[in-house]
């Protein structure tokens, strides 16, 4: 079974422009929640989407946004780029029948604003 | 914002020891979880604890609950230079989603051959 799968691993922008993160949930989970990874925040949730929903929301303002298709891919925006965005952005995905709170992880898209 | 604390921050043993880390949180939780992270990789999920588990073990993995300490531990036992990572804590709180992980700070471990 393949595993959770983020694009594009590495990205350069530089501050205002915008970015688009994608995310291919393991098969058969219909739950894709997002993460920001930075040294000084560490882990924070940003939301989580199940069946093209947004079932919960993190603290982090409008700029951030997401989205979840019918085959369960998800996708995250950053809008007008600041140079504290810079993070492992990370995605997880959970079998909802489960219920046990597990996630599974991708290895992340690194976003660097220059 | 963070759930809760780790520590040490960072622990440094030799291959062969055992390794303790510890996680605090505020809130009341329905399960805590271990995380291992290897530098700038995605997380991998180590072990489940429920709030009415006192002690759970998985292999060279020992992690306590004590609910009314608001507090675990993560027991790694005759560590390898393959457990050098980041381990975090995360709780799932008594409402909301399960999907939503509040992660601690994170113990960074170094095993030394």
């Known amino acids: 079974k393949a595993g959770v799968t983020q694009t594009p691993r590495y990205l350069i922008k530089t501050r205002g422009q915008q970015v688009t993160l994608s995310c291919s949930p393991i098969?058969?989970?219909?739950?894709v929640s997002w993460y920001q990874q930075t040294p000084g925040q560490g882990l924070q949730f940003l939301f989580e989407y199940f069946s093209e929903t947004q079932r919960n929301k993190g603290n982090f303002p409008g700029r951030f946004s997401g989205r979840q298709f019918s085959n369960s891919r998800s996708e995250m925006n950053v809008s007008t780029l600041e140079l504290g965005d810079s993070a492992l952005y990370l995605c997880a995905s959970s079998s909802r029948a489960a219920n046990t709170g597990e996630l599974f992880f991708g290895e992340g898209s690194r976003l660097t604003v220059l | 914002s963070q759930q809760g604390e780790e520590d040490p921050q960072a622990l440094s043993i030799q291959e062969g020891e055992n390794a303790t880390m510890n996680c605090s949180y505020k809130?009341?939780?329905?399960?805590l979880q271990w995380y291992r992270q290897n530098s700038g990789r995605g997380l991998v999920h180590l072990i489940l604890i429920r709030s009415n588990e006192r002690e759970k073990h998985s292999g060279r993995l020992r992690v306590t609950l004590d609910t009314s300490k608001k507090s675990s531990s993560l027991l790694i036992t005759a560590s390898r230079a393959a457990d050098t990572a980041s381990y975090f804590c995360a709780t799932v709180g008594n409402t909301g989603t399960a999907s939503k992980l509040t992660f601690g700070t994170g113990t960074r471990l170094q095993v030394t051959l």
């Open positions: 098969s058969g989970h219909r739950s």
């Open positions: 809130t009341s939780i329905n399960n």
